[in-house]
């Protein structure tokens, strides 16, 4: 393979590398640093982007493709062609500008690194989407899209319109990647393949798929809803509360874009049918008249903008769903011209408010006094949304009525298509002259927030400068500067040569510039009609004011949480946690033997050969304990807890006594490590105060025999799908493969640890994830946890010893181990380094004899468990600094770079390799790229655990903290 695919790893990656390295830069003082990183990382995003057009021109496609999950037909595939190469200028280009842009218009007190961190995230997912060659993969990609919007539009989170704007544009562009999901599984099944070019080369056969119109449905929905297309477009107009360059950026080329991108990239396999333009032309129309028709009538120049993009994307949506080649050329010309002047009257908008304090267009007026310069730009910018001659909007909406003029299905929305487009195209000339007219024009402005408007910095200005020439430029001379770029796109869209169209500025006297005329003359006339009621209105259009999408969103939640979910509680939900435990088990009973049923697994008779006696004492000794446990837990937690330990050691002797030394090992180190965990957080609980003597009613008495009988189910369900395990029967080769293969391919002699980190190592990479989740899900339910009012106090030992060291006050508790404890202290710090080294040395044998970096990590934690045991939390904490989330965020990165490696020798993902090295002094080592996964593990086991850990410790500083506040109230009272 070539270098030029590799393009695109580089491409998709870069983005969240910066993202990565932006969010490290949350202590800096600097504020350009940040800055730098991020248009460091969007400019070289951008030239990446231009070298690949040499390898896209003509029709053909850059691809890259490694090996994901080749079994399920899901490869990691990436691939560019002309249209996904003008999409990501695009994203690159503007984000580039946004950058610039948002370095002035961010205050002091803004969070800049964390800003620049979403922002460069939010890049790398839509470059995903644009470039994804698979459509799971863009699914993925689809939903990243909508959780980094949801950051970024809650920037400012202390703002409750931003909070609710995020939460509402999350929710239904959330529920529409789900539908998203839905079609593009269904579309796999159809075409027998999940691989975009198979699917595009298909057309044909999914129109005649009897799953075509389910597959269409749930596709449009995932692009309608992220579009912000009727009945889903409430939505964006919510989420101006972000910050400008957000706005500019989401608005032009990026987040609303995503929906129409989807749908061009899909016409050649669905568009066609009479379904598709139904569906789609309709849902286009509404929203383009609709749209346009909101934005007249809207006091905030964002709320304006807002709307106008709701209204162009209609047009974009109404354009695609005709089914015309010609129409396609235009709904991609209008996608760029639109990210054009939409993203300069945006940062226009933002120049405004950052220089005026505000957005209303009824306290603004004659700021082209104070700001010409802005003033013009944002004037031609305008023009350029209303469709003025000599400008780049002109061209594609002439385009747009050239098309609606055709005549493409034999219905009423084809025929009442040229109407609707003269139509809001006059709403367009009336909003955008409104805001050249209000805010420009007019006496100076009184009572602002900000006194003394002025022209912002000249780096600032600068994006809109740009970007208006570009407006200007394509409005001119289109042929020369976007006729090869549009051609390209357009071809790599239809798979075939794209039709002949004229970008020239003047086409003679004919229809679509008559309706033209109209709209422009119409839309004059209908702003200064209507301009007296626009002075003094309230925000929102006339007829439709009080139908407003956000509140009935805000009913539909209010009904499916509050009523529907306060109901369902009320019938299955209880805050007792024996019942909540007894649906769980109950579920992962049932869970276990469905599939069994189902699947008609049958039990072969075991043939005995004869049971050792002292291994069958063993195992009645660990069924004893069992048994007490779960009878004592009610009675002495301590003494079942014991006992639970027992019962560990005996399955730790049964792994011995079967020749399985590394699970030997494993279990005997979770047991020490939870144990010790459980026994921490047994303190906080509150006390179980048993009668003896206590009435048992016939209810508690029902309720004890059904949890016996779901225990019994349960151990019998677990017992009787073991016996079927180890009954049924396994082809030899499976044992022999890994046997034969372990150090050959793997380059090591412990088969066990091979298997984990080399050929099942993505099962492993998923489980320490997992493991990870759970550290910090736990970590977050410890912090908000408040233990019981009687919980265990403070150890008598320890009252004692603090009463000993306040009598001493040239001694600090902190600088010698504790009297009481003194020497089982002193024993577990100087086992510290033994035990560290033991850790390295589990971790270094792993690959070859028992061991590996889950007991080393294990290992390391009971290291560091201990120094909490003997001196204390303030005392381990002031000289061991941990950093266990560093420490799980590293093992998680270092495991998954290691697969990703791979990818760049031309191997699938977490394939290993292995070598000897000669080392100076030591000859020759076996060495493999697995022990480096294997140190992710090790780094992530380290991290979860010490997390926990610190979590339980934390509750008694907490819990000492909350008294000694309390005694000093009481005192001051």
């Known amino acids: 393979m070539t270098f030029e695919p590799y393009l695109l790893v580089l491409l998709l990656a870069l983005p969240f590398i910066g993202s990565l390295v932006s969010g490290l830069l949350l202590n800096t003082t600097s504020r350009d640093l940040p800055v730098f990183v991020a248009g460091g990382v969007a400019l070289a995003s951008l030239c990446l982007t231009t070298i690949a057009y040499a390898y896209v021109t003509s029709g053909n496609v850059l691809r890259f493709e490694a090996e994901w999950l080749p079994q399920l037909g899901l490869n990691f595939t990436l691939r560019m062609d002309g249209f996904a190469w003008i999409f990501s200028m695009l994203v690159t280009a503007i984000g580039f500008l946004v950058v610039l842009y948002a370095r002035y218009y961010m205050g002091d007190d803004d969070p800049i690194p964390r800003f620049f961190s979403f922002l460069l995230a939010f890049m790398g997912a839509m470059l995903g989407i644009i470039i994804s060659g698979n459509v799971i993969l863009l699914s993925i990609f689809w939903e990243l899209t909508s959780i980094f919007s949801f950051l970024l539009i809650s920037y400012w989170h202390h703002i409750p319109s931003a909070r609710d704007g995020a939460r509402m544009a999350l929710t239904i562009t959330g529920i529409g990647g789900f539908c998203l999901l839905i079609g593009m599984l269904l579309l796999g099944n159809i075409v027998g393949s999940y691989d975009l070019d198979k699917i595009l080369a298909s057309g044909d056969a999914i129109r005649a798929h009897a799953l075509y119109l389910p597959t269409l449905i749930f596709i449009l929905l995932g692009a309608l809803t992220k579009s912000a297309q009727f009945p889903f477009h409430f939505w964006l107009p919510n989420a101006m509360a972000a910050p400008t360059p957000v706005s500019a950026y989401l608005h032009s080329a990026t987040l609303v874009k995503a929906g129409v991108f989807l749908l061009a990239r899909l016409w050649p396999a669905l568009a066609g049918t009479y379904e598709w333009f139904f569906l789609l032309g309709a849902a286009g129309m509404l929203t383009l008249l609709l749209g346009a028709y909101f934005a007249v009538f809207q006091r905030d120049l964002k709320g304006l903008l807002a709307y106008s993009t709701i209204s162009h994307l209609g047009l974009i949506t109404t354009l695609l769903s005709l089914g015309s080649p010609l129409a396609m050329v235009a709904a991609i010309f209008h996608m760029l011209n639109h990210a054009t002047f939409k993203a300069s009257l945006f940062m226009a908008a933002g120049i405004i408010d950052h220089e005026t304090g505000t957005r209303d267009m009824q306290r603004l007026s004659g ?428 150890p008598e030992q320890q009252r004692i010893q603090n009463r000993f060291d306040e009598e001493r006050p040239e001694r600090s508790p902190g600088d010698t181990v504790r009297d009481y404890l003194l020497v089982p202290s002193v024993i577990m710090q100087w086992l510290f380094p033994v035990i560290l080294t033991l850790s390295v040395y589990l971790f270094m044998r792993g690959h070859d004899m028992p061991g590996g970096g889950f007991s080393a990590g294990l290992t390391l934690s009971i290291a560091f468990l201990l120094q909490y045991l003997a001196g204390g939390t303030r005392w381990a904490e002031d000289r061991i600094r941990i950093l266990p989330v560093r420490w799980m965020g590293g093992g998680l990165l270092i495991a998954a770079a290691t697969g990703i490696g791979a990818w760049f020798l031309g191997y699938p993902f977490l394939t290993s390799h292995s070598r000897y090295l000669d080392l100076p002094l030591i000859g020759k080592v076996p060495a493999a790229t697995a022990l480096l996964f294997d140190l992710g593990v090790f780094a992530l086991v380290v991290g979860s655990t010490v997390l926990i850990m610190v979590a339980l410790a934390h509750q008694s500083i907490r819990n000492n903290r909350l008294k000694a506040i309390g005694a000093a109230k009481v005192e001051d009272s």
């Open 367 to 794: 700021l082209f006094r104070y700001l010409p310069f802005t003033a013009t730009l944002a004037m031609v910018a305008s023009a350029a949304m209303a469709g003025v001659p000599l400008l780049n909007g002109f061209l594609s909406k002439e385009m747009f009525f050239a098309e609606a003029v055709e005549t493409h299905a034999d219905s009423l929305l084809d025929s009442i298509l040229p109407y609707v487009a003269t139509l809001a195209s006059a709403f367009s000339v009336t909003y955008s002259l409104r805001f050249i007219h209000t805010v420009f024009f007019g006496p100076p402005p009184v009572d602002l927030p900000k006194p003394k408007p002025h022209e912002p910095p000249r780096w600032m200005r600068f994006p809109v400068e740009f970007l208006v020439v570009v407006c200007l430029v394509v409005g001119i001379v289109p042929s020369l500067s976007i006729g090869p770029f549009l051609d390209t796109a357009v071809t790599s869209v239809l798979g075939t040569r794209a039709p002949e169209f004229s970008l020239a500025v003047w086409h003679g006297f004919n229809l679509p510039l008559l309706m033209s005329f109209i709209a422009l003359i119409g839309g004059t006339v209908l702003y200064f009609a209507l301009k007296p009621y626009l002075s003094c209105c309230q925000d929102g259009p006339p007829f439709f004011r009080r139908l407003r999408g956000q509140r009935i969103f805000e009913r539909v939640l209010v009904t499916v949480s509050w009523r529907w979910a306060r109901m369902a509680e009320s019938r299955i939900g209880t805050r007792n946690l024996q019942p909540q435990l007894r649906w769980v088990v109950a579920t992962g009973f049932m869970a276990g033997l469905l599939p069994l049923l189902l699947s008609g697994f049958e039990v072969r008779p075991l043939a005995f050969s004869g049971i050792d006696p002292a291994f069958a004492i063993v195992w009645l000794l660990g069924t004893a304990l069992a048994i007490g446990a779960a009878y004592l837990a009610k009675y002495h937690r301590l003494a079942a807890l014991v006992m639970l330990g027992g019962v560990g050691l005996i399955v730790c002797i049964t792994f011995v006594w079967l020749s399985a030394p590394d699970l030997a090992i494993t279990q005997l180190l979770v047991e020490i490590v939870t144990t010790v965990l459980i026994l921490l957080g047994l303190r906080w609980l509150p006390k179980r105060n048993v009668d003896v003597g206590e009435v048992i009613t016939l209810r508690s008495r029902f309720r004890r025999f059904r949890d016996l009988l779901l225990a019994i189910a349960c151990g019998v369900g677990m017992s009787f799908i073991a016996f079927a395990v180890m009954t049924m029967p396994v082809p030899d080769a499976i044992a022999t493969y890994f046997l034969d293969n372990a150090y050959e391919q793997g380059g090591g002699r412990n088969v066990v640890n091979v298997i984990l980190v080399d050929f099942r190592g993505f099962d492993t990479l998923g489980e320490i994830a997992v493991l990870g989740v759970v550290a910090l899900t736990v970590y977050a339910l410890l912090r908000r946890f408040r233990p019981a009012a009687d919980s265990i106090d403070m």
